[in-house]
Nanobody, 123 residues
Framework: QVQLVESGGGLVQAGGSLRLSCAAS??????YAWFRQAPGKEREFVGA????????YYATSVKGRFTISRTNANNTVYLQMNSLKPEDTAVYFC??????????????????WGQGTQVTVSS
């Protein structure tokens, strides 16, 4: 069974940090990504990583504050979030795809998704 399991969400004050984890199982993937969705808004791209080379990509809104990394041994992808702002509040989803055929920043580029984890940043 192909599965992505997320953890690490929670409540944090502005300026604080959280680290989200996404453990993949069932098959290998060529790329992983993090998306987020706030109430009433469209799901938006946060960042992505290509598995083999480790190349990373970030949305302008989080660049310099968020970092995506990976652990090869257990197929786990992390999202380290620093200097959190109230506007970062959203449900965060991890996503993965075995073949990179479409835009790395689009939801349509990923066939497998985690369940989502809530991140709330208070002011």
């Amino acid at each position: 069974q192909v599965q992505l399991v997320e953890s690490g969400g929670g409540l944090v004050q502005a300026g604080g940090s959280l680290r989200l984890s996404c453990a993949a199982s069932g098959r290998t993937f060529s790329r992983y990504a993090w998306f987020r969705q706030a109430p009433g808004k469209e799901r938006e791209f946060v960042g992505a990583i290509r598995w083999s080379g480790g190349n990373t990509y970030y949305a302008t809104s989080v660049k310099g504050r968020f970092t995506i990394s990976r652990t090869n041994a257990n197929n786990t992808v992390y999202l380290q979030m620093n200097s959190l702002k109230p506007e970062d509040t959203a449900v965060y989803f991890c996503a993965a795809d075995p073949v990179s055929r479409t835009s790395i920043v689009a939801t349509t580029g990923y066939d497998y998704w985690g369940q989502g984890t809530q991140v709330t940043v208070s002011s």
